[in-house]
């Protein structure tokens, strides 16, 4: 004995799109970072995990693909660099960019693909770290800050200085010029009186 109601859709919209799903497929480094670099395996690709770049060595490439085989042909992407970028990309049929020279900061990058109709779903993920070199460090921007206060400090300094000896020199000459004056004035008085 059965109880409740079934209801069947018969008339499907035969025209509704599956929404496709994105994944990461490699994270491109350059040679001088692969042996640094520890991978894990994601959705079968072997990805970097725990990635960090110092700024000099900051070229990165990414590839990704959706998985999506009815509407493969009308499958676009949308890119968001999390730390770069404000909002996701306009709609590209590429399905790989290259950061050749990244900033230090942290990033994310998200990429969706989108079917024909505009849908998409989360997108897929990949999170790194760009580190900064000891000229881009707080460290190194604090010593330079510190020898230039130093050096107009040493400047202002030496300006003092000169203006002390200037003036000791000026003060010299004045008495050297009073001393010679009155010297001249004794002599001149003492001719005088000789001569009376």
Known sequence: MLYGLYVYKTNRDASTLPVPNTIITSVWLSAKNKPTVNYTYKNGYQLPVNLSLPSDKSHISIEFRAVEFSDAANIQYQYQLEGLDKTY????????????????GQYTFKVRAVNSAGQYKDPAVFS????????????FKILVALILLSAAYGIYRYKIYQNDQKARYIEALKLEEQASVCRQTAEDLHDDMGNK
């Not at 790194?128 to 460290?139: D, E, L, N, R, V």
Request: hydrophobic share 30%.
């Open 128 to 139: 790194f770290t760009i580190t900064p070199t000891f000229i881009q460090s707080a460290t």
């Open 89 to 104: 990309s306009k709609p590209v049929s590429g399905d790989y960019l290259d950061y050749p020279s990244l900033p230090p």
